[in-house]
């Protein structure tokens, strides 16, 4: 979610192999051989094979073989240019899915119960994005049982005032909402937080610090509406700490990006919209 409407929460072509017509076999080229003896154009009788030039060469391909994989299976010279670029780079494992599962509990509708761990780490901050991108963000009692839920009772108690005050009528009533965050009879009001992956800044027994980043979702869909649904592009990194038996937010903060290049389909209907929102539902995430 928001997202930069939302207040309040701080600062494979194919290649030449597969032209049937660009191998050199497409010629259909034909070999005479010409008869054996003194008629040779070439003069003389055909000399006998050279076995040791042949002993020659395959040695050869042997040599160049073996060198070959020894290049390719070469281990971690540490001194060496290559592997100190490669070192650099995150290994396959910091992107790719754990396999842990989701938390089975909740608390308010909201995931909780998150393991004392940097994965769990990870998957608490991704699901409060969710929570703290989502529609009950818009309506004062959905929103302070969201910061009760997902934030320390500390960080809790200093962030509902402001947000109050942020939300005002005035602000709902530019995302087309009235002063209680309701959407207008026939319109579907949208927000969401769609996150693309994290990253683990810090972590402690006791305390972490990840990013999330993600897409979102906003805007008013419906006939006449003015804030038509849109896109964005976020990172919002969050301050965990381990309070009682869970992950709680201490603070957070987002920024711009990172943002593709925008794709060229063409956007939907207000319909389409409306409707899709109604018929998908969200998920519970683990890292």
């Known amino acids: 979610m928001s997202f930069d409407d939302e207040p309040g929460h701080g600062g494979g072509d194919p290649g030449p192999a597969d032209d049937r017509f660009s191998t050199l076999g497409g010629t259909r080229q034909t070999r005479t051989r010409l008869p054996e003896g003194t008629g040779d154009i070439y003069g003389g009788a055909r000399r006998p094979p050279r076995n040791n030039r042949s002993l020659v060469m395959v040695v050869g391909v042997v040599v160049l073989l073996v060198a070959a994989i020894a290049f ?20 396959a494992q910091s992107t790719a899915a754990t396999g842990t599962k989701p938390v089975d509990g909740k608390q308010a509708g909201i995931a909780s119960g998150f393991p004392q761990t940097e994965q769990g780490a990870q998957s608490a901050a991704t699901n409060y994005a969710v929570v703290l991108g989502s529609t009950g963000m818009f ?13 320390t009772a500390d960080a809790a108690a200093k962030l509902k005032g402001p947000q109050d005050a942020a ?31 994290t990253k683990v800044q810090e972590y402690r027994a006791d305390s972490a610090k990840v990013a999330v980043w993600y897409t979102g979702l906003i805007g008013m869909s419906g006939p006449g509406s003015t804030d038509p649904v849109r896109t964005t592009w976020k990172t919002w990194t969050f301050s965990l700490q381990w309070s009682g038996s869970d992950w709680k937010i201490t603070d957070d903060s987002q920024i711009d990006g990172p943002a593709p290049v925008p794709g060229d389909m063409a956007a939907s209907s207000a319909d389409a919209i409306s409707k899709a929102v109604e018929e998908y539902g969200g998920f519970t995430y683990a890292r």
């Open 72 to 91: 390719a299976n070469r281990g971690g010279d540490s001194g060496s240019t290559s592997d100190a670029g490669n070192a650099k780079k995150p290994d």
């Open 139 to 151: 309506n004062r009692d959905g929103r302070h049982q969201i910061v009760d839920t997902v934030y």
């Open 167 to 197: 939300y005002s009528a005035d602000f709902l009533k530019r995302m087309g909402l009235d002063a209680d965050g309701r959407t207008p009879p026939g319109n579907t009001f949208v927000s969401r937080t769609i996150p693309v992956g």
